[in-house]
């Protein structure tokens, strides 16, 4: 099965102070990454050939334009085959759009696991982020996402996990598209 899931926000802001929110991605002052997440790490400076990840998802960075675009090739888990970047893009109406894509061919035991567990964590997880992004760049989020049930109820199931710590409980909502 192929997946391609793509989340965004809109800013009436310049491209370069969008962007810088992506080159803090991991750092001390990481002003993208939610808090109520695991926190993503990297082996060194967010940078080309930099491994880490968050939790059990584990990644490499592929390629990274500093203030423009950074992509992740996965290395786990097990059976997700493809990547996920983070960049910014004008619009037509001249405003900034920072987004998120993950393009995943998902091999056994993904094709399982990813709708069951990985897709909702991860559509919450980034929905998450973008509000950070959000306040960071405007100070307050127009409308805050929200967990489903679901996603309370996997964090719930998952706290004790050492690799899938959760610091908080805040309720996300969000969209995806899974292409056969």
Not at 76 to 87: L, M, Q, S
Not at 100 to 123: E, F, I, N, S
Request: proline fraction near 7%.
């Amino acid at each position: 099965m192929r997946v391609w899931n793509r989340h965004s926000r809109v800013f009436a802001l310049p491209q370069d102070r969008v962007g810088a929110l992506i080159d803090t991605l991991s750092g001390e002052d990481d002003r993208l990454w939610s808090e109520s997440w695991p926190p993503l790490r990297f082996d060194r400076p967010l940078g080309v050939g930099a491994d880490g990840g968050h939790g059990p998802v584990r990644y490499h960075v592929e390629s990274y334009e500093p203030g423009r675009s950074v992509r992740f090739r996965f290395t786990a888990p097990r059976g997700f085959d493809g990547f996920h970047e983070f960049t910014v893009r004008a619009t037509e109406a001249g405003e900034t759009e920072l987004v998120h894509l993950m393009v995943l061919r998902l091999r056994h035991p993904a094709w399982c696991t990813y709708p069951l567990l990985w897709r909702p964590l991860h559509d919450a997880l980034l929905e998450d982020g973008l509000d950070r992004a959000e306040r960071e760049l405007t100070g307050a989020v127009r409308t805050p996402a929200r967990w489903s049930p679901y996603v309370r109820l996997l964090r719930n199931l998952i706290s004790g996990n050492r690799f899938l710590r959760f610091r908080a409980n805040k309720p996300a909502t969000s969209t995806t598209t899974a292409i056969r």
